[in-house]
């Protein structure tokens, strides 16, 4: 590791950090000060940002509503991806190549294209401003399943057979054989499927329109959107910091999970 | 109830490795995801291709009126289309070759595990963990003119301010600078991951011959990890074609379309401009690149597997 490629990292490491540094300092600042030349620390540093955000914008709200949108979620996608996986990985049945190509068609074709359809699809089922719409066209997930169907190839065939003879039903060995000895895919999976859902805005703008159906990226948008005209940025940072906060303390403690839960899926 | 007596055709009970079934129980255990799969991924590909064969536009009361392969042919002769596609394109390859090249630089660097190289690592994936919404917001905030960080540092070398997201020049790399940002750590991950598999012997081989480390980037590790560049960068194009979060908060695909993307595009044209038919052909335009798409990208993943 020589010095000048150190200094190089260095400098790059800065400019990655720098806009998070940027914004926290910025939401720490009273409003009329919010761009002040200066240091970036000031004497007159206070927190009323973040209660002028929160009486601004119900981001309480916005923040159950992500997570009830993120755990429905999840939880679907894990029993339709276990479930599917595992018919894939073990079983043989007229139509299932052609079955298998459908979920292939989903793994290429992502739910942001077909926005359009799908909206109509959401309204025809009166799910406008309905949680379940945002989850629906995620929760067959063919990437969930093409991942827990490569984990339950590797189970060995003796303890399945094993537990066939100890009189397992198909379900029972699956929950009892299957399930257990995937769990870490689970997680990673369990892991990357938040990441997404959490972050996700396109799809849940669609088709929000109640203010208090909003999760948090939504919200925040509109929240930015109607501060920023006023260009009042210590408020706007403060609502980002609202916002990102939570996910950072998580990622920070749970780095070596997150990190090998994205290496993980991402060689697929 | 008990197990159905018919198997299907050329299955023995005693398939090993099979639970024996017949066609029932596998359709039943299928059915959640199937069901969902059909509604909201089959369904509005057929739905998408039938509507993008009628005229209809509900801003101008346009009825639904049959016109074959007609607003195709309208879309492929309308300047916004190709400014769209131009912008488009323009962003893939302007983020593509940056994001990959910043990502295997820090890959490299990062791979050779160093005292401090978890907390490089970590401040390199961080906006991966954050929603790009966020990232926008603070993006806007950096860009603004006279307030925000990058014009504060032009101006302390004496550079005019730029209204980058005010500027039909300057908008599209803006976003384009903001999505590297956000992206290059992500795909830095692939890197390591790749670099994780590469022979030690090889680099030891190398060094004993005397080569220094540019020329074992050059021969050794930039061609051994030409699997994961590949790869890689058909995530990275597949991810441009569906970039707009960022564009609803910082330029609206302005100014004057300069920032258009086409998915953003899309949005517009269903539920801006509520033209049906045209949001329908878009739609089929989008699904068919991300297919090409999605088809190279198989193609080399099972170059990969060949490769290892």
């Given amino acids: 590791m020589t010095v000048p490629v150190l200094l190089i990292l260095g400098l790059m490491a800065a400019a990655w950090v720098i806009p998070l540094l940027w914004t926290f300092a910025t939401s720490l600042r009273p409003p009329d000060q919010s761009v002040a030349v200066g240091s970036w620390l000031t004497t007159d540093m206070t927190f009323s940002n973040f209660q002028r955000a ?82 629906l066209p995620y929760v067959a997930s063919a990437f969930g399943t093409f991942l827990i169907r490569q984990t339950f190839r590797q189970v060995p065939k003796e303890l399945e057979e094993a537990a066939v003879i100890d009189g397992c039903t198909t379900m029972q060995t699956l929950w009892k054989v299957f399930i257990p000895l995937a769990r870490p895919t689970l997680v990673a999976f369990g892991l990357v499927s938040v990441s997404y859902h959490w972050n996700n805005f396109f799809w849940p703008m669609i088709v929000t329109n109640d203010p208090n159906r909003r999760p948090l ?48 899926s991402g060689i697929k | ?185 992500y795909f830095m991950l692939f890197y390591l991951a790749g670099l994780q598999n590469l022979p030690a012997e090889l680099y030891e081989a190398a060094e004993l011959d005397g080569a220094n480390g540019w020329v074992q980037f050059r021969r050794l590790t930039f061609p051994l990890l030409m699997p994961t560049t590949l790869f890689v960068s058909t995530v990275s194009l597949i991810n441009s074609f569906k970039t707009v979060d960022q564009l609803f908060l910082m330029t609206g695909g302005g100014p004057n379309n300069a920032t258009n993307l086409l998915l953003f595009n899309l949005w517009e044209l269903a539920f801006s401009f509520h033209d049906k038919g045209m949001a329908a052909t878009l739609t089929v335009v989008l699904v068919v690149i991300l297919l090409i798409l999605a088809v190279i990208q198989n193609q080399y993943v099972d170059k990969k597997i060949h490769y290892n």
Avoid: C
């Fill in chain 1, 54 to 135: 929160l009486d601004y914008a119900p981001f309480g709200r916005y923040f159950i509503n992500t997570v009830i949108i993120v755990v429905g979620v999840l939880a679907m996608q894990l029993v339709t991806a276990t479930l599917a996986g595992f018919v894939f990985a073990r079983m043989n049945f007229p139509g299932r190549d052609l079955i298998f190509l459908l979920f292939l068609l989903q793994l290429m074709v992502p739910a942001e294209a077909l926005v359009v359809p799908n909206y109509t699809t959401i309204r025809m089922l009166k799910l406008v401003d309905n949680p379940i719409a945002i989850m």
């Fill in chain 1, 217 to 264: 990226t939504v919200g925040l948008a509109l929240f930015a959107k109607a501060v920023e005209a006023g260009a009042d940025w210590s408020l706007v940072t403060a609502g980002t910091v609202i916002v990102i906060l939570p996910l950072l303390a998580v990622f920070l403690i749970f780095q070596r999970q997150f990190i090998s839960s994205f290496m993980q």
């Fill in chain 2, 1 to 185: 109830m008990a197990e159905p007596v018919v198997q299907p055709k050329g299955q023995t009970a005693a398939k090993r490795g099979t639970v024996s079934t017949g066609w029932w129980r596998p359709y039943l255990m299928l059915s959640p995801a199937l069901v969902l799969l059909l509604a909201f991924t089959i369904y509005p590909m057929l739905s998408a291709g039938y509507m993008s064969l009628f005229k209809i536009n509900l801003a101008t009361k346009q009825q639904m009126v049959f016109n074959g392969l007609g607003n195709y042919k309208e879309l492929l002769a309308s300047p916004a289309f190709h400014q769209v596609m131009k912008n488009t394109v323009l962003f893939a390859f302007g983020t593509v070759p940056f994001s990959l090249g910043l990502a295997m630089f820090l890959a490299i660097q990062l791979n050779k595990r160093f005292k401090g190289s978890a907390i490089f690592r970590t401040l390199f994936f961080y906006p991966t963990v954050i929603p790009m919404m966020s990232a926008a917001t603070i993006w806007l905030f950096m860009y603004t003119p006279q307030y925000g960080i990058i014009n504060r540092f032009l101006g302390f070398f004496g550079l005019p301010d730029i209204n980058f997201l005010g500027s039909s020049t300057w908008a599209l790399p803006a976003i384009m600078m903001m999505t590297v940002w956000k992206d290059a750590g």
